[in-house]
């Protein structure tokens, strides 16, 4: 490794190694480039998902090629006489059809023939008399673009010539598709630059120099760019495309964890240039120093993420994939390029407060040496005081909701979605999205009248099929994607499972998809926590060579993910206004927390580890806390406020994810490792390194 570090840091090879670094990023950005995906995240079920088993049989009938949108006039009032004769129109004597009506509005884009006439159906009036229905049935769209135009064009079209007192909202399946599609347009570009500004600003206030804190940006949001082609193509190479939330978690984590890693770097920099003339000695002295920290923590991050591979929804494992390999790229350029680029400058980069060969550490009496010094004198009371802190935060998450409707997902709602709510106002709610129920043909009947006697299904519409399979749309009254629907949905699985074992009954369909898809989020949940638990351990054991540490960090973390659990749910609750905590939002929080929490204990445990060959673990563990306090705060409130950024992303789920993961890392940067482990090593000495025996109290 000399040899590399010698190379890394040479007068001439340095900016050699920077010249490879940009030519990767310029093969990263140019062949490797990729287009991001704005669609909004699937389901990404496996085949064996009762729903996406339906959805196959159903692609095969001959209406499966066919959309629908769905248009909603609507009054606080009754409609009145003049508003109902807009909508419906007026009766035609000779056909005994109603014409003139607002349906006629959309006959351009009906792909329903009766007689060799091209028609919609005229609107439905709800019982309260208070809304109209218009559904127009499409042809399905070969592209989004497609979509996108043709429901903006029936947005244009609705409102036209409306009388006064009305509101139109134009929603249904394809307004849907063309919303959740165009949702995201834009929104990760707003990500990357709000996160990059944030980065910028905490830079500049850590390192307190005009020149600095450019250096690490800039190879920062290299690595974020590059990192982010790089991973797509992996995923393409895997069969996987990544949504737009997935690249913004993405691009959040990169940015984090690569900041982190500079922060670090820098940090033992400016130590080893008050003990080595020659910047040169000191970088290699740096990286020797910090390197296995970095290298420990990105591992760690890499394997933890890299598990969700092993989850049942794809969405899960193109983020496990992706950001796997964006973390090894931050790795890189965190421990490779950035010490090169760095060196490549005098040490009056760090002007005004330049570290001057032969100074005096600051760090031996820093706030943070001092807060050691406390600790030690009361490790117990301290730490008492510490998790009692923990446990009432903790205590916060009692009672806690889980799952969101269809309506609840979106920061900002969509047209589609506020359709959606006004129809549920006055049609059966499920009206927009009926479930679809796939059957035999030869049992249709019996089908029928099991399905007609499940409680909360308001309507049951024969859709046609073949001599073989036939569909059956079934509008039940719940919010879509609501506890309530899943609930019906169950009731339908079983009722229909009594029909004959030899014929098929499945049911799929939205509420279908996304009761599966929770199905599927409690099983990756059972088998991601303990698995990501176990493997940080591991890490942790080849790191320290240790068996009792690992244990202590471990409890010290998972302590701090309740803790910070029970806080956001409070936030959720009382500021934010959320109604529940989206399903997937647990397993990805615990995950990023666990694995990106543990890193601050390793960035001080190594240290720890370092200083008590010399000065025993006691007195190491406060030598370790005084030069990396102010390292790891700066880096800890980083992490926390990049992550926060995800609320600028139009999804609830994503604004919980970065919102726990701010105060999971908040309370891991200022109280766990600040107090809760060095109060460990504080107490029991040597026996912290157990089973090693190589250290001193």
Known sequence: MNAFFKFQTGKWTAPLTVLIGAALALIAFGPLAVEEDNSFPSSGLPESAESVQAEEIRQQLPQSGGSLALVVYSSDEELTSE??????????????????????????????????????????????????????????????????????????????????????????????????????????????????????????????????????????????????????????????????????????????????????????????????????????????????AILASGSTVAVAVGLLMLAELEGRQVLGLVSAVGIVVAMFAGLVILPAALVMFPRQIFWPLIPKFGAANPFEKSIWSKLGTQVSKRPVAISAIGIILLGTL??????????????????????????????????????????????????????????????????????????????????????????????????????????????????????????????????????????????????????????????????????????????SWLVFQYILGFPALELSVFVIAFLFLVALGVDYSIFLVTRAQEEAVEFGTREGMRRALGATGGVITSAGILLAAVFSVLGVLPLVSLAQIGIIVCIGVLLDTLLVRTVLVPAMAFKLGAKFWWPRKEFAD
Do not use: C
């Open 83 to 292: 508003q109902l004769s807009w909508i419906q129109g007026t009766p035609n004597p000779q056909t005994k059809t109603m014409v003139g009506g607002a349906n006629e509005k959309f006959l351009a884009f009906s792909n329903l023939e009766i007689q060799g006439q091209v028609v919609v159906p005229p609107a439905e009036i709800s019982e309260d008399g208070k809304a109209a229905l218009i559904s127009i049935p499409l042809d399905a769209a070969e592209e989004f673009r497609e979509t996108t135009e043709r429901i903006e064009s029936m947005r244009e079209l609705a409102p036209q010539g409306m009388p006064e007192g009305l509101e139109v909202h134009v929603t249904g399946p394809e307004a849907f598709n063309k919303d959740l599609g165009s949702i995201f347009e834009g929104a990760n570009d707003t990500l990357i630059t709000t996160t990059a500004i944030v980065v910028a600003l905490l830079l500049l206030i850590t390192y307190r120099s005009p020149v600095l804190w450019i250096i690490p940006l800039v190879i920062v949001g290299v690595a974020d760019g590059a990192g982010g082609n790089l991973a797509r193509q992996v995923a393409a190479a895997f069969g996987y495309t990544p949504d737009a939330s997935v690249v913004g978690i993405l691009s959040v984590l990169v940015f984090g964890a690569g900041t982190n890693y500079a922060l670090l770097l820098i940090s033992r920099y400016r130590e080893e240039l008050l003990l080595h003339e020659d910047r040169r000695e000191a970088m290699r002295a740096a990286v020797r120093g910090a390197g296995p």
């Open 394 to 567: 903790a205590s916060g998450g009692l009672g806690i909701k889980t799952g969101l409707s269809a309506t609840e997902v979106f920061m900002e709602k969509p047209e589609a979605v506020v359709g959606q709510e006004v129809l549920a106002e006055s049609f059966s709610a499920g009206a927009a999205n009926p479930t679809q129920v796939i059957v035999s043909t030869s049992i249709v009947d019996s089908a029928t009248d099991v399905i007609a006697g499940v409680e909360g299904v308001d309507e049951i519409t024969n859709a046609g099929g073949t001599a073989e399979y036939t569909q059956l749309d079934v509008v039940i009254d719940a919010e879509p994607e609501s506890n309530a629907a899943y609930d019906i949905i169950r009731e339908l699985r079983a009722a229909l499972d009594g029909l004959s074992n030899e014929a098929t009954a499945l049911v799929g369909g939205q509420d279908a998809t996304s009761m599966d898809s929770s199905d599927a989020t409690a099983r990756d949940q059972a088998l991601l926590v303990p698995l990501i638990l176990m493997a940080v351990f591991l890490i942790l054991i080849l790191l320290l060579r240790s068996l009792l540490t690992p244990v202590l960090l471990l409890l010290a973390v998972v302590g701090s993910f309740f803790s910070a659990v029970g806080a």
